[in-house]
């Protein structure tokens, strides 16, 4: 399988950044909203922003839906960017 998105068993290696207090309290109360650690919000968000173009199985399994196989109608996706956007 081919995939642009790291596995949840993929090498992860620690590393450090200086952030701005004020950011940093920001992220902490969002993780905390979302009942997630800091680092794992951190890298949720920097993967969204990384990896924001779907890989070729998400696109075929979008084009099958959009055609209706394997669902009782075909799927309206004509706000996609609009829903990615809103995640």
Known sequence: MSSNMKTP???????AFRLDDDLLEKLKEKAERENRSLNNYVERV????????????TIAAMKEAMAG???????????????????
Do not use: C, H, R
Request: hydrophobic share 40%; net charge neutral; no cysteine.
């Open 46 to 57: 920097l993967m969204s922003v990384a990896y924001d173009k779907p890989n070729e199985i």
């Open 69 to 87: 196989k394997g669902v009782g109608e075909a799927l309206d996706l004509s706000k996609w960017d609009e829903f990615i956007a809103s995640l």
């Open 9 to 15: 068993t993929a090498k992860k290696k620690q590393t």
